[in-house]
């Protein structure tokens, strides 16, 4: 019976590897790596673990952090050589899971949250806003217990960036009523 997938051995596991990773602007745990490859229902977990160390060995991949992988120039230009033997649906998919990596990373590198717990018994929950530029907004606030300063700076982060367009447009809807 012939498997169905674009995976068939491990060249197929190594060339996806390669193609995910020229694309991800950050390096990526094992576990990323699975992730965003795992277009196909052939790929297991186990042979990302198995071809990442041996990419490693030869060259195409490095290990900059402990845990983390990026390619290579010379795993780059193997990716640029072989990216056409894969099959365009799982192409575009896998296209699809890098950018979103790459915006779930750019995005938490913007966004910082804090718990610093008070004299009083309450937590403080502090979140910083920033840009390429620098700090946009730090913005402290309280809570009673710690389950819910968790909570809140979780909440704070999904949504620090709403958080910061409706305080600015509050504010300027109100000068523009000064003005006028």
């Known amino acids: 019976m012939q498997r169905l997938g674009f ?5 197929d596991v190594k060339v996806l590897i390669l193609y995910v990773a020229s694309r991800a602007q950050y390096p990526m ?12 229902d052939c790929l297991s977990y186990f042979d990302v673990c198995t071809a990442v160390p041996e990419m490693v060995a030869s060259g195409h991949m490095e ?27 799982v192409k575009q998919r896998a296209e699809d899971a890098v950018a979103r990596f790459n915006r779930q990373l750019r995005r938490s590198s913007f966004v910082k949250t804090q718990i610093m717990p008070r004299e009083n018994g309450e937590f403080s929950v502090v979140i910083g806003l920033d840009d ?15 389950r819910q300063a968790v909570r809140m700076s979780r909440m704070l982060e999904k949504k ?14 109100e000068e523009e009523k000064i003005e006028d």
């Open 29 to 40: 745990t094992t576990q990323e790596i699975y992730e965003v490859c795992y277009q196909d």
């Open 7 to 11: 995976i068939h051995d491990m060249m």
């Open 160 to 173: 620090a960036e709403l958080i910061y367009t409706l305080t600015m447009t509050e504010l300027m809807e």
């Open 132 to 146: 390429e530029m620098g700090n946009l907004m730090t913005l402290e606030l309280v809570a009673p217990d710690q």
């Open 63 to 89: 290990s900059p952090e402990a845990e983390k992988y990026v390619i290579t120039e010379k795993g780059r230009e193997t990716a640029a050589l072989t990216a056409d033997s894969i099959a365009f649906t």
